[in-house]
């Protein structure tokens, strides 16, 4: 039996501070500003498929899409987000879930966030990530009906 003496445990216990914030220091920052303006990470999502789709209030396709997107969330097989591509502040993405009764998280992209996939050059465009995060589908275009249900059918591939 070996033992510590006051000043070991001492010694070990600032070991174990030091090891805790260099922890803490290697967290990525969030990489999204939610509506209410709190920061969100995609961590948020760890545990299931997750569909990222930007959107602009301008782009028709978009919003048509908008009420596909609420009815995919709500089943519960798929988060789902959606990410405002002009600048905006949150009080008026807020605003825009309201206007265009979007019921799906609204998210600002952070210019520094680390993402598993680009900007995207057109819109909409929806990527999937699988349930650890990582990148497995892009679709550029409106998800109409049965882009929908391919989404499904690879996210259930993905979950498994």
Not at 31 to 58: C, D, I, M
Not at 91 to 117: C, H, M, W
Not at 118 to 131: E, I, K, V, W
Not at 137 to 155: F, N
Request: hydrophobic share 45%.
């Amino acid at each position: 039996m070996v033992r510590v003496s006051g000043s070991g445990k001492e010694l070990k216990r600032i070991c174990w501070l030091i090891v805790a914030g260099l922890l803490g220091a290697c967290t990525p920052a969030a990489e999204f500003t939610a509506a209410t303006g709190q920061p969100v990470s995609l961590r948020h999502f760890v545990g299931k498929p997750l569909l990222v789709n930007y959107f602009a209030p301008w782009c028709a396709p978009c919003l048509r899409e908008m009420p596909r997107l609420n009815a995919l969330a709500a089943e519960g097989e798929i988060s789902v987000v959606a990410i405002n591509y002009d600048p905006i502040t949150p009080t008026e993405l807020g605003q825009l879930a309201t206007r265009y009764e979007i019921k799906v998280p609204l998210l600002i992209a952070n210019a520094d966030a680390s993402l598993p996939f680009p900007r995207p050059g057109a819109l909409p465009t929806s990527y999937l990530l699988d349930s650890e995060g990582k990148l497995k589908q892009t679709l550029v275009g409106e998800l109409d009906p049965s882009k929908i249900e391919m989404l499904r059918a690879a996210a259930s591939s993905v979950s498994h």
